[in-house]
């Protein structure tokens, strides 16, 4: 990708710059940079949505029977006709993954690293409709596909963390509005969030659908426990603290500063290696979201499904499929990451994870298989963990 080059999404903005001036950095409004884009599922179908049980959903109603109501899907068609007549929210989380016309709108993205995309919520609300000003520890981008959303943002600066009491949601009670940080946004818009910019999102019509890009932000807490979780698979009982001890010490009770000096070289020793660090963040970002509903093809499963592929069945790339890969330090061999899973494969089949990683349908009916040695093998890995998956076929739906 030409980082000088204008995209769509952002208006007419390049990504050159979109990354020097606003990304992780401050607000950026974008008028009609979805506005090419068809609403691609109704708010009666998202309801529909919310009623089944594998997807995670909410509603906030904010004069409910307490203030700010949350209720927790799946939901039944009375929980919605018992809804009061407006100022209610209902989200629906990852529809991207059970909507493959909302997976669309993912791919505008790829300006930006695919693997740190989380998923796309989908909210509507009715009039006045709100979930409380908060802020999100990851970047986000709102996506107005449907009516009319005011938007009053604050920068980290300009609030403090306090919540309100007495409430399930993290909404702040010290929200001040800022004049010079207030949007609203028609069909088409979209507004662009740093982490930790406060925002309190109301919707000024009936017909308020907003889709969120969110982007995947684990903590270095987590990324610590995770790399040491690796680290300590295979534990070197001799790799042990051993100081040299100073000429001088004062008292022999006294850890000194040579001693810590010295821990914190053997710690950072232990984690100064590239391929660890990648290996965690490659497997981390390719978790699924919902593992619990992707399960990988057994042998005879996978032995037919590759027959498909080069028989030229049509395949295509889920919404929930997560993929990414990095280099070796020597650039010979290449670790790809399919749902949490990974394989080492030659550098020069490269090109070829590329492509599964660029395009949304394939047919594999003129892939020459006998080029690569390694060729059928990460076919089948690809296969197996379901990052692309067949086509159904009509008769098969019926």
């Given at each position: 990708?030409?980082?000088?080059?204008?995209?769509?999404?952002?208006?007419?903005?390049?990504?050159?710059?979109?990354?020097?001036?606003?990304?992780?950095?401050?607000?950026?409004?974008?008028?009609?940079?979805?506005?090419?884009?068809?609403?691609?599922?109704?708010?009666?179908?998202?309801?529909?949505?919310?009623?089944?049980?594998?997807v995670?959903?909410?509603?906030?109603?904010e004069?409910?029977?307490?203030?700010w109501?949350?209720?927790?899907?799946?939901?039944?068609?009375e929980?919605?006709?018992?809804?009061?007549?407006?100022?209610?929210?209902?989200?629906?989380?990852?529809v991207?993954?059970?909507?493959?016309?909302?997976?669309?709108?993912?791919?505008?993205?790829?300006?930006?690293?695919?693997?740190?995309?989380?998923?796309?919520?989908?909210?509507y609300a009715?009039?006045?409709?709100?979930?409380?000003?908060?802020?999100?520890?990851?970047?986000?981008?709102?996506?107005?596909?449907?009516?009319?959303?005011?938007?009053?943002?604050?920068?980290?600066?300009?609030?403090?963390?306090?919540?309100?009491?007495?409430?399930?949601?993290?909404?702040?009670?010290?929200?001040t509005?800022?004049?010079?940080?207030?949007?609203?946004?028609?069909?088409?818009?979209?507004?662009?969030?740093?982490?930790?910019?406060?925002?309190?999102?109301?919707?000024?019509?009936?017909?308020?659908?907003?889709?969120?890009v969110?982007?995947?932000?684990?903590?270095?807490?987590?990324?610590?426990?995770?790399?040491?979780?690796?680290l300590?698979?295979?534990?070197?009982?001799?790799?042990?603290?051993?100081?040299?001890?100073?000429?001088?010490r004062?008292?022999?009770?006294?850890?000194q500063?040579?001693?810590?000096?010295?821990?914190?070289?053997?710690?950072h020793?232990?984690?100064d290696?590239?391929?660890?660090?990648?290996?965690?963040?490659?497997?981390?970002?390719?978790?699924?979201?919902?593992p619990e509903?992707?399960?990988?093809?057994?042998?005879?499963?996978?032995?037919?499904?590759?027959?498909q592929?080069?028989?030229?069945?049509?395949?295509?790339?889920?919404?929930?499929?997560?993929?990414?890969?990095?280099?070796?330090?020597?650039?010979?061999?290449?670790?790809?990451?399919?749902?949490?899973?990974?394989?080492?494969?030659d550098?020069?089949?490269?090109?070829?994870?590329?492509?599964?990683?660029?395009q949304e349908?394939?047919?594999?009916?003129g892939?020459?298989?006998?080029?690569?040695?390694?060729?059928?093998?990460?076919?089948?890995?690809?296969?197996?963990?379901?990052?692309?998956?067949?086509?159904?076929?009509?008769?098969?739906?019926?």
């Amino acid at each position: 990708m030409n980082i000088d080059t204008p995209i769509s999404i952002l208006a007419g903005i390049s990504a050159k710059t979109f990354y020097q001036d606003f990304w992780q950095k401050r607000p950026l409004l974008i008028r009609g940079g979805a506005k090419d884009l068809e609403l691609p599922i109704s708010a009666d179908e998202l309801a529909g949505l919310a009623m089944e049980e594998e997807v995670e959903s909410r509603i906030v109603i904010e004069h409910g029977e307490t203030p700010w109501q949350l209720l927790q899907g799946p939901f039944e068609e009375e929980d919605f006709t018992s809804l009061p007549e407006k100022e209610w929210t209902l989200l629906v989380q990852a529809v991207d993954h059970w909507v493959p016309e909302v997976q669309a709108l993912r791919e505008r993205f790829n300006f930006l690293p695919s693997w740190r995309v989380d998923d796309i919520m989908v909210s509507y609300a009715t009039e006045g409709g709100s979930v409380g000003p908060h802020y999100d520890q990851y970047d986000v981008f709102l996506v107005q596909m449907a009516g009319k959303r005011r938007w009053q943002v604050l920068s980290p600066e300009q609030y403090q963390d306090s919540a309100l009491q007495n409430s399930q949601l993290h909404i702040l009670d010290n929200f001040t509005p800022d004049s010079t940080q207030d949007y609203e946004l028609e069909a088409g818009d979209i507004l662009y969030l740093p982490p930790n910019f406060a925002h309190n999102g109301r919707a000024l019509d009936n017909e308020c659908m907003t889709f969120s890009v969110g982007f995947r932000a684990p903590s270095t807490q987590a990324a610590l426990q995770g790399i040491t979780d690796k680290l300590c698979e295979e534990v070197n009982e001799k790799n042990r603290f051993s100081a040299p001890e100073p000429l001088e010490r004062d008292h022999h009770a006294e850890i000194q500063a040579s001693d810590i000096e010295h821990l914190k070289q053997k710690l950072h020793e232990l984690i100064d290696s590239p391929e660890l660090l990648a290996s965690w963040l490659a497997e981390s970002m390719s978790e699924l979201k919902y593992p619990e509903y992707s399960v990988q093809l057994n042998d005879e499963e996978l032995s037919e499904t590759y027959q498909q592929a080069l028989n030229g069945d049509t395949f295509i790339r889920p919404g929930d499929a997560r993929i990414c890969y990095f280099l070796s330090e020597d650039k010979q061999s290449c670790s790809l990451f399919c749902n949490g899973n990974s394989i080492v494969v030659d550098v020069e089949l490269v090109p070829f994870i590329q492509a599964i990683c660029d395009q949304e349908e394939f047919d594999f009916s003129g892939l020459k298989i006998e080029q690569h040695a390694q060729l059928p093998d990460t076919l089948r890995f690809i296969l197996q963990h379901q990052v692309i998956i067949a086509l159904p076929h009509e008769d098969e739906d019926a």
